[in-house]
C-alpha cells in the first residue's frame, strides 16, 4: 500500500470543517497533518507538510487562503461559499506561476446532488417538458434554492442548445404564484415544511412518460464523500477545476 | 342472489357517460335499462322502470335533470361539473316533497383522491407544516386544480379548528411564484408536465418526520368504481348526499 | 394557565429517554419532576410528585415498572418494546384495581407513521391491489420492519372484513424473492439503503389511479409530538390504551 | 427545408405498427411510403422507395426481415423482441456486405427508461448502497421486468469495474422473499398493482443522502419519440446498433 496523503483542514472548529476533520481520520489512505482555524495562518499548512489543505471557512478569507497554498505548492479543496467568477479568474492566473498545483473549487459536494444535475442537463434536451421542485427545512430563507436555481438554468441551457422551444403551458387562469418562478422559462417550485433537511426533484414529461431524478440530503455528512474524492483526485489535477462533475467521470 | 340494480345513464354518448354505460353493463348487480343523450329527455328513464339514473351530461341541462328524476322517483348519482350551493339547495328543497328518494351530486369520483382530500384533512391537525403540489397535462387552463384547492381549503380548516396559528416560513428573499399560491395559508404548486395525467400529492411535516399522501389518476376508468359505489348505496340514501366521503365508512 | 403537568422520565439516559427529557423541559405546559435510570426504582417517580411517568426503559424492566406506578396512582406512557398479548392483559387486570389511572404503551410514537396505518387501514377496502415497501438503513436485522407487517396486517384484516378475495397476480415465472414476503396476502418488500433512516410507502391500485401513503422518518425527535400528546392525554384516559391511534381523534 | 425521409412500417397492423403509422404520419419531415403487415413481403418497402423500414412484427420473422432489408438497401429500426447475441451477430455480418446500411435494435423505445439505465449505470459506482423496484400492472407474468433485470446488471458491472465490494446489509432475520430477488447481487423488488402500467425506481445510498431515478411509461406513445429517433439517425449510422443509448449523445 502506498503512503497516505497528507491533509490540513482550514475552518477545523467550523460545523463542516469539524465533520471533514473526522472524515479524514477515518479514512484509511489519508493522514490528518493539521487542523487550522477559519482566522488561523494558512501556511501552517506546509510547515505541517500537508500535500492537500481543505477548507471550509468563511468567504472573507477563503480567496486568501487558497493564493497562499498556491504560493506554497500545496493542493486546495476548497467548499466555501462566496466564489464569483472574478475570484476564481485570479485564483487561475496565480496557478498559471504554479505548474503541477491543483484547486478544486465546488458549491457542493454533495455526490448526489451533483449527478442530479448533471443527469438533468443531459436528458433536458430529449423532453418536451421539465420543471424543478425543491423542498427543504421552513428556516431558510431563500426561495427558491440556489441548486434549484442552477439546476434550472442547466436545464434551460441544454434545450436552447437543442434547438428546442418553450413548453407546453395552455395556463391561462392562475392564482398568482401556482406556477412557480420562472428561471430562463423554467418553472421552479419551492416547498418548506418542517422536518425536511434538503431535496430536489428534476420532473421531465414526454407523451406517455415521465423521467424522475431525485436528491434527498439528509445530513451533512453526504458531503463527505465528496471532499474526500477531490481530495484525492486533486493531486493529479493541476490547475482550476470548478464543480466536482468533472471528477465523476460520466459519459459513456 | 337479488335482482339487479336497473340503471339508466344520462349523457351517455359523452366521454364519461359512455365510460359509465360500459361499466354498468360490466358489473354483474346492475342492468342498464337507458340511455339518453345530453339533450334528452330524462323522463324516459322513468318509462325505462331505471331505479338510478347517472347524469354526466353539461353544466347548462344537469339541474333540470335532477328535478325531473326526483319528480319521477328516481335516485341520482350526478357527475357532471357547475353545481353551486344554490343550485344544490333547490334540490334539497325538491327533495323535501320526494322521501326516499336520493341524490348524491360529487365533483371527483376517483376513491383515490376522495381518500386523499380526507386523509389530509385528518393529519392536517397533527403537523406544523402541511403543503399541496398537484401535476397536470399542460393542456389544462386553471392552475392550481380544483381539487387542490379544495384540499387546501380542507387543511387551512381543520388547522383553524384545532387551533394552530401559521405555519414556520423564514423565506425572506423568494423569486416572484416561488412559494407557490397562497389557499387559506396553504401553499399550493401546480407542475404542467407532458405525458402527465392528474396527479396530488399533500406533503405534511413535523421535526424529524413527513407524512405523503399522493393521488395519481392514469385514466377516467379510475372514476368508474367511485360511480358504481355511488348507483349501489344511492338507493338507501334518502336525502341529497355531497361528495363521496360519507359514502366511504371511514373513521374507525 | 393552568398547572403544568408533572412528569417524570424513567430510562432518562437512554438515547430516546434523554431526548425525552429535552422534550419535556422545552414544553411550557409539562414540568420535568424527576429523571431515573433504566435500572432505578420506578416509586421515585411518585415521591417526587409526578402525574405522569414515561418509560423507556427496556423489555426486562419495563412492565414491573407499570405495575408500580399503576399501584402509586401515577399515569404510565411506555414505549418500551417487548410487550405481548400477555403482559397488556397482566397491565389491564391491575388498572382494574386503580380506578382513574391511565396507561398508554404505543409501539411507535411517531404520528405521521400510525397516521400512515391508520389510513392504510382506511382505504383498503376500496383498491383492488395493495402493496408495501418499507426502507431502512442497511443496519438493521430484521425484515421487513415491525411496523411494516403490522400495516400489511391491518390492510388483510380490512380487505377481509370487506370480503374482498386475493389481489389479481398474474405472475408465473418470478425470480426467487421478487415478489416479496407474503404477510397475510400482503405483498412486503423491504429495501435496505445506506443514507436512508426508516420509510414505509403503501401503494394501493384500482383500474386508472393509485393511492399512496407514505411515512418517511429521519430523526428520533419525530416521536416526540407522539410522546407529549399521549402524556397531556393519558391524564383523561383511564385504563389501558394500546397504540396511538385512539389519541388521535380521526373518523370525519 | 430538405426532403422527407421516406419511412415504412412492418407490422403496421399490430398495436405498436399502428402507433408508429400515426406517428409517421404525423413528422412533417417524414413520409409514410408503404404499410405491410408482420406477415408481408418485406421487399415491397424497397419497391415502395423507402429509406428506412421500421419493423415491429413478431419474433418469427424479424430477423429474416432485417436480412432483406439489409440486401435491398434499407436501413431498419428494429423493437420487435426476441433477438439473441447469435442473431445479432448474424446481421452484423450482413451488414458487412452492405456497406452505409445501418440497423438499429432496441428493447426499449421509451427515451425515459433508456436514460434512466444509462443514469443508474453511471451513478452506481459513486454510491455505497443501490437497489431497483419496479412496479406494473397486475397482469404481468414474469417478475422482476427485463427492464429492471437489465438495469440492475448495469449497476452490478459499473460497481464490478470499480472495485466496490457487496452493499451493506445486516439483514439475519428476514421473511422469505423480503429482501427481494437477488440480481448479480443488487436486490430488486417486483410491485403489482391495477392502475400501474410499467415503472421503475432505481434508489442508490450513501451516507446522509439519497439519488432517486424513477421512469414512469403511461402509455405505448412514449416509445414514439424514441422511434422517429431513430429512424432519422440510422441514415447515419451505418453497421449495427444496440439499444437507444449510443442516439442520445450522453457524456458531457
Redesign the interface.
Known sequence: MSEPIRVAVLGAAGRMGSTVVRAVQAAPDLELVAQVDAGGDPRAVADAGAQVAVDFTVPAVTEGNVHALVDAGVHAVVGTTGWTEQSLGRVRDRLGGAPGVGVVVAPNF????V??MA?AR??AR??????V?E?HH???????SGTA?HTAQGIAQARAAAGLGP?????????????????DGV???????????AHEEV???????????????????????GVLLAVRQVLHRPGLTVGLEPL?D???
Chains 1, 2, 3, 4 share one sequence.
Do not use: C, Y
Open positions: 454533495a455526490l448526489g446532488a449527478l442530479a443527469f443531459q436528458a430529449w423532453f418536451e417538458s421539465a420543471e421542485v423542498l421552513p428556516d431558510k430563507v431563500d426561495a427558491p436555481r413548453m407546453p403551458d395552455a395556463t391561462t387562469q392562475a392564482a398568482d404564484g401556482a406556477r412557480g418562478a420562472d428561471v418553472r421552479v417550485h419551492a416547498v418548506r415544511l418542517r422536518g425536511l433537511v420532473l421531465l414529461g414526454n407523451p406517455g412518460e415521465m423521467l424522475t431524478i431525485r436528491h434527498d440530503s439528509f445530513d451533512r455528512v453526504s458531503f463527505m464523500p465523476l460520466l459519459g459513456a
